[in-house]
Nanobody
Framework: QVQLVESGGGLVQAGGSLRLSCAAS????????MGWYRQAPGKQRELVAT???????NYADSVKGRGTISRDNAKNTVYLQMNSLKPEDTAVYYC??????????????WGQGTQVTVSS
């Protein structure tokens, strides 16, 4: 199974930036897609950004223009750069990897999450 380790969360003032990292236990060439999700208090978990093995990228409307997802295949790592942070960005951020089975099913794997807190 794929194991994911997130890092880079913390406390930042509004308008600041953070760079989150997600290291996978195997080559991301073998993973269909990786992405970032977040869950704020009292809200459902929502998509932030995803990137496929082919380089296709998708962003949530709430982070377009402020968030950038990227990957380093040599390090088996996906990053999320967040700029111009707002208090509403406060959430636990989770890394997700999806691997397609030989039968075509998509199997998700989740990291433990890292807390991002944006103060006013």
């Amino acid at each position: 199974q794929v194991q994911l380790v997130e890092s880079g969360g913390g406390l930042v003032q509004a308008g600041g930036s953070l760079r989150l990292s997600c290291a996978a236990s195997e080559s991301i060439f073998n993973i269909n897609s990786m992405g970032w999700y977040r869950q704020a208090p009292g809200k459902q978990r929502e998509l932030v950004a995803t990137i496929t093995s082919g380089g296709s990228i998708n962003y949530a409307d709430s982070v377009k223009g402020r968030g950038t997802i990227s990957r380093d295949n040599a390090k088996n790592t996906v990053y999320l750069q967040m700029n111009s942070l707002k208090p509403e960005d406060t959430a636990v951020y989770y890394c997700r990897a999806v691997r397609r089975t030989a039968g075509g099913a998509l199997v998700p794997y989740w990291g433990q999450g890292t807390q991002v807190t944006v103060s006013s």
